[in-house]
């Protein structure tokens, strides 16, 4: 449950990525306990280069880390998103429940993506390029 603590402290200028506010229909798919294949409808909330907030109008049982794909059911809006070239793995990073009328909730992804790109592509903005290569 430490990633439920973390996230609520954390603010949006902490972010190491932008969000874009985004309402699409979209499918979750992921295999049960048992492994049998399970999927729920859900619309996105925002997406990121690294991840996605959908919710949920049903109960779809999903813990922290299941691992999901995200697919949408339109095409997103950037050629160069990870979800463009169809179902993304994705990791179950926080569950939001539903308070009040309704059992909608919500579910934060995280991509999965592979490490050789995202490094390639992408320097923590705390780096120095110049001390970077004198190390």
Do not use: I
Not at 114 to 129: E, H, N, Y
Request: with cysteine; net charge positive.
């Amino acid at each position: 449950m430490a990633n439920s603590t973390l996230a609520s402290t954390a603010s949006a200028t902490q972010r190491t990525n932008s969000r874009q506010r985004v309402a699409l229909p979209a499918r979750l798919t992921w295999k049960d306990q048992g492994g049998a294949v399970r999927f729920a409808s859900v619309t996105t909330r925002d997406l990121s280069d690294t991840g996605a907030f959908v919710e949920c109008a049903g109960t779809a049982p999903l813990p922290l880390f299941r691992l999901v794909h995200l697919q949408l059911e339109q095409a997103a809006a950037g050629a160069d998103h990870p979800l463009a070239a169809g179902r993304v793995l994705a990791a179950v990073w926080r569950v939001e429940r539903a308070k009040g009328a309704g059992p909608a909730q919500g579910y934060a992804l995280r991509f999965m993506l592979d490490p050789t790109q995202a490094a390639a592509t992408a320097m923590p903005r705390f780096a120095v390029p110049d001390m970077a290569a004198a190390c």
